[in-house]
């Protein structure tokens, strides 16, 4: 599988050699946590001594920043912009601008929420920048995960990097044949058209190949299947995956002891 189908950055880190279904407790550990947590500033602790430290172990701290910049600080902001502004709480008025006069609670309630969206999206991040899909897919069906299933999960993740190197490519070959693509607005903005019909149809094609490709593999095959690559699940990987367990229980046990 062609690295460039996936947002996964090869490196040899911690955090890659990591089994996969342990990078996705930590995934559900992470999200849990900053959603249950009865404190707000919880989410801010897991993105300052969590999620950044995880992206410099895991040596995809500059993959991770520029998509925490471009995509995931944006939603976030938004977010809180929303929320903080529109979200009726009562309270202490902090200031009025026409219909607008967020509260000190509002903006509590909007802070908490955006940065619990940084975590659930910043460690889906760090998981698929860290996780090959090959190695995902192998080990969940290794543990009885049917293969139909896996396969969903596996083209979910890889959608958008397909789309992307498709569109790449159909944007250099309507270049090589003339097509204006970086004057002004408007003219880029008419280049559109004539990418959307090939992006599309290409899909639909590949979809239609990808199918014959795998049935002629014996994917729905109800024998044993075996792997050339193993996917190693080590001692500390059952340790981690049962600390992060007692990690997310202890979170809820606080909250329940709190309400």
């Known amino acids: 599988m062609h690295e460039r189908l996936s947002f996964f950055v090869k490196r040899d880190s911690l955090i890659h050699r990591l089994n996969p279904l342990t990078k996705i407790v930590l995934v559900l550990a992470f999200i849990l946590v900053a959603f249950i947590s009865p404190y707000f500033?919880?989410?801010s602790l897991l993105i300052i001594f969590g999620?950044?430290?995880?992206?410099?172990l895991g040596g995809v701290v500059r993959s991770?920043?520029?998509?925490?910049?471009?995509?995931?600080?944006?939603?976030a902001g938004f977010l809180f912009i929303m929320q903080a502004l529109f979200q009726p709480l009562g309270g202490e008025e902090l200031f009025r601008i026409w219909f607008l006069h967020p509260t000190r609670e509002s903006l509590e309630f909007a802070f908490v929420n955006a940065t619990r969206i940084f975590v659930m999206v910043s460690s889906f991040t760090i998981f698929l920048l860290t996780t090959h899909p090959s190695e995902l897919m192998s080990d969940l069906t290794r543990r009885g995960l049917p293969g139909q299933f896996a396969y969903v999960i596996i083209s979910t993740l890889q959608i958008l990097p397909q789309m992307?190197?498709?569109?790449?490519t159909i944007i250099a070959a309507q270049r090589a044949r003339g097509l204006d693509t970086e004057s002004s607005f408007f003219k880029r903005a008419g280049s559109l058209f004539p990418l959307v019909g090939p992006l599309v149809f290409g899909s639909l094609v590949e979809v239609e190949e990808r199918a014959i490709a795998i049935e002629a593999r014996g994917f729905t095959s109800t024998r044993v299947?075996?792997?050339l690559h193993e996917i190693p699940d080590t001692t500390a990987d059952k340790l981690l995956r049962w600390a992060l367990a007692t990690f997310i229980l202890a979170a809820l046990a606080l909250r329940l002891w709190l309400s």
């Open 51 to 56: 999620i950044i430290p995880l992206s410099y």
């Open 64 to 75: 991770y920043f520029r998509a925490a910049l471009r995509i995931i600080l944006p939603a």
């Open 41 to 43: 500033w919880t989410p």
């Open 225 to 227: 299947k075996t792997s």
């Open 164 to 168: 992307q190197a498709k569109a790449q």
